[in-house]
């Protein structure tokens, strides 16, 4: 698979940024030419993927999220969002539906269980003190922008 | 993100506009609570008619709004859901617990 585009950025942990960084990635991959809902899809897993990085990977502390995206020639969306923070202590509890670890912020605890439900593929990475990557992949159905009948 | 209220009879309704995220999340709680106080209602009617984004930061606002209401013997219900909020809503379980109308109208009927 041969990479088509390619875009990184990286800003401070606020929670401003959520907004900007969600409308970044849908109109970068709208170069796919998804459907409304795809691109719904996309924005809300990754406004979910970088409120996890900017609440629970720097907690009150300031520091830097990093977010690529990556379009392939099989009409793929790559999204990763990376945080140098503390780290995921145990990420397969993290990932169960309703698990928070601050549920006195009312968090959901639904925010990985919208990352995979929206995306067709997520990877989550975590070292403790090192910080957390998640990747996570969608294929746009019925893009032609790649369609070899053009 | 604007965030507007009306009241009928001892419902509260408010209509969210913009986004509902993590950023906006705790504003919309603090106004919802203040203004359910203000008007000394019983129930909240939530009109996501101007609403253009929402991810599960917005759930984690309606459980706990649906907490607080309950406690009181009141009720909310959301109306103006569009498909992909109901997708969210499916996902998360709330309408197991949160009836959607698909207007305020209707919605005040069954208050």
Known sequence: ?150 | MDVKYDKKTNSLIVTIQGDFDHHSSKRIRELIERNMRKFHAKNLVLDFKGLSFMDSSGIGVIIGRYRDISINGGKIVIVNVNNQFKRIFNISGIQKIIDIYDDTEKALKHM
């Not at chain 1, 959901?108 to 998640?134: A, H, P, Q, W």
């Open chain 1, 1 to 150: 698979m041969k990479i088509l585009n390619e875009m990184k950025m990286e800003f401070l942990n606020k929670s401003e940024n959520e907004a900007f960084a969600r409308v970044v990635i849908a109109s970068f991959a709208s170069q796919l030419d998804p459907t409304l809902e795809e691109i719904t899809d996309i924005k809300t897993a990754v406004s979910e993927a970088v409120t996890n990085a900017i609440i629970h990977g720097y907690e009150n502390e300031v520091g830097y999220v990093r977010v690529e995206c990556r379009l392939y020639d099989d009409n793929r969306v790559e999204v990763e969002v990376v945080d140098k923070g503390h780290g995921i202590d145990d990420v397969e509890k993290a990932m169960q539906p309703l698990y928070t670890s601050k549920p006195e912020l009312e968090r959901s605890g639904m925010g990985f269980t919208v990352m995979e439900t929206f995306m067709d593929e997520i990877y989550v990475r975590s070292i403790l003190g090192k910080g957390t990557n998640i990747t996570m992949v969608k294929y746009i159905k019925d893009s032609k922008k790649n369609d070899s009948s053009e």
